[in-house]
């Protein structure tokens, strides 16, 4: 009986390495391309231009940041960009909140038909064009509303706040509220609300992390560059190389004009994902509860 505990207890640390073993090198894989464009962003343009930063900075440098933080549109685009997010997300979860609530409960007529439109979206698209149409129709084109209309709710979303909803707020407390003269609308503001915290953390993080990263809708509806989010511009950076001369106006060094380009590239990715990274510890334990609870089957 003995030494079937042991064998028993060395299988369990052999599955203990093994999952450790498989954590760290998930954990690596996540952690060095990220640490890579951090060094590259605050090392010497020199090293960065001639390929001699592997991992840590070489000849530490934070000209990429300072030309970032002088380039207008950078400010504008994060600007932009802040709006979006901000509006949109308070939009997206109000949205999510007014469509998960009723669907929970067990007295709303024809709750599974719209359930049942809800799960069609989500494996139906009517494409690019049609949409492009049905926005331009509402004069949302070149608006900031073309930015947060058209994925102004989610799907999945809904479903899992639903979810929390049903396995979270009783019927008992709908019932008592009835009976001392509480409304549907004040009941949801007074009581479902104040107790859905970590859903509303869950939804908040999933629509901010949307709507920051946006820039396909950007590309599309928007063409006055007053309105590109901090993303498009990112994009022209990166993809389309489009740096412009007023962002080197002060390098003079050849070398230190080549790899200029580079650091400007991985200074401002660093820049643009560094909010979400800062925000994402606050709403952590609610996100985690959310997504618990949330994930139930109701």
């Known amino acids: 009986m003995e030494a079937k505990a042991m064998k028993e207890s060395g299988s369990d640390r052999i599955f203990t390495i093994i999952n450790y073993v498989i954590l760290a090198i998930f ?12 060094s590259n962003s605050i090392s010497a343009p020199e090293a960065v231009g001639a390929g001699k930063v592997y991992l840590w900075p070489v000849r530490p440098d934070f000209a990429g ?22 509006v949109g997300t308070m939009f997206n979860i109000a949205l999510t909140l ?45 608006t900031v509303w073309a930015m947060i209309v058209p994925g102004a709710l989610a799907a999945w979303n809904v479903i899992i706040t639903r979810t929390y909803f049903k396995t979270t707020i009783p019927q008992e407390m709908l019932e008592s509220a009835q009976m001392d003269g509480c409304g549907d609308w004040r009941f949801l503001a007074r009581m479902v609300i104040p107790l859905s915290a970590p859903i509303i953390a869950v939804n908040a993080l999933f629509y901010a992390v949307a709507n920051w990263n946006a820039y396909f809708n950007a590309l599309i509806y928007l063409s006055q560059p007053k ?18 001369p007023d962002m ?51």
């Open 27 to 38: 954990t690596l894989s996540v952690l060095y391309p990220l640490l890579v464009v951090l």
């Open 65 to 86: 940041y300072r030309q970032v933080f002088t380039y207008e549109k950078f400010w504008s685009g994060l600007g932009n960009s802040i709006l979006y997010t901000s």
């Open 98 to 142: 007014l469509a998960g609530y009723p669907l929970s409960r067990s007295d709303f007529y024809g709750k599974g038909w719209f359930m049942a439109l809800f799960v069609f979206t989500m494996v139906f698209h009517a494409g690019i064009i049609p949409t492009y149409m049905v926005v331009k129709s509402l004069h949302m084109i070149n």
């Open 227 to 244: 309105l590109f989010p901090l993303q498009l511009i990112l994009r022209e950076i990166l993809i389309l190389s489009h740096v412009t």
């Open 248 to 298: 080197l106006d002060q390098v003079q060094d050849p070398a230190r004009l080549a790899g200029m380009t580079d650091v400007l590239k991985f200074a401002l990715i660093v820049v643009s994902t560094a909010p979400l990274l800062v925000i994402y510890p606050f709403i952590q334990k609610h996100f985690v509860k959310g997504m618990m609870i949330g994930s139930l089957k109701g």
